[in-house]
């Protein structure tokens, strides 16, 4: 009846909460059953006596889900590996999930993530307008406070800033540093783990403090395309 009423899966799934409890079957079957009608399906009867009993399964694409949730930097070959029962082609449409900067996210952001990834943009960007911390960046200590490089005990007080989750399009990490060793790496094979740690070494020392910096002060201008884009993944 709900999907008679052209709800998105998402919005299909909340009704069933809040009407059944968190209890209900999961998102991705939602969206498998979203599927199967769209599909012509008609009946909630089990239809495998027609053919070959279906291999994906409530507790397959949980287990799944939990692969994702544990690593998102999971290959799909790797997801392959782990459930050999089900093709490449469909862990994306099981899973509900995405890659983006190598990293696994849900195909569709809910009201609720693309909500946070506006507020916490607001919050880091005005913020920042007022005063700049991201230029408090402490490069060389022992350029800055030449008195504490030598200095038994030195306590380095950290501050963890709000991220949305779901949001590698937001972590420096992820589209400044994981992207240029992606294209910098691109081709290349190592024969040996040492052959590879080496092959790091060398991409790290040619990289300057400079190269660091310009990931991070790219910051202000993606938490502002975030807001203007209402949330939606940069792309």
């Known amino acids: 009846f709900i999907f008679a009423q052209d709800f998105k899966s998402v919005d299909i799934h909340k009704q069933l909460v809040s009407v059944y409890g968190e209890n209900v079957m999961s998102k991705s079957m939602v969206r498998r059953w979203v599927r199967e009608f769209k599909a012509g399906r008609h009946s909630l009867e089990d239809e495998s006596r027609r053919g070959r009993p279906s291999l994906i399964t409530d507790k397959l694409t949980t287990k799944i889900e939990n692969a994702i949730r544990n690593d998102r930097r999971l290959t799909l070959d790797e997801l392959h590996n782990l459930f050999p029962e089900i093709s490449r082609s469909l862990i994306h449409e099981i899973a509900g999930y995405k890659k983006k900067l190598d990293v696994w996210v849900p195909h569709e952001l809910t009201q609720k993530n693309l909500m946070d990834r506006i507020s916490i943009c607001e919050s880091l960007l005005n913020r920042n307008k007022i005063n700049p911390f991201l230029k408090r960046m402490i490069t060389a200590i022992s350029q800055k406070?030449?008195?504490?490089?030598?200095?038994?005990?030195?306590?380095?007080?950290?501050?963890?800033?709000?991220?949305?989750?779901?949001?590698?399009?937001?972590?420096?990490?992820?589209?400044?540093?994981?992207?240029?060793?992606?294209?910098?790496?691109?081709?290349?094979?190592?024969?040996?783990?040492?052959?590879?740690?080496?092959?790091?070494?060398?991409?790290?020392?040619?990289?300057?403090?400079g190269f660091y910096e310009r990931g991070i002060m790219e910051l202000p201008s993606k938490w502002q395309q975030v807001i203007e884009q209402n949330g939606a993944y940069l792309t």
């Open 145 to 209: 406070r030449p008195a504490l490089a030598n200095r038994r005990g030195i306590v380095f007080h950290w501050e963890v800033l709000m991220h949305p989750p779901y949001s590698p399009d937001l972590a420096p990490s992820d589209y400044h540093l994981f992207l240029s060793m992606t294209n910098d790496f691109a081709g290349e094979k190592f024969a040996s783990r040492e052959a590879c740690e080496n092959r790091l070494s060398q991409f790290f020392a040619n990289r300057d403090e």
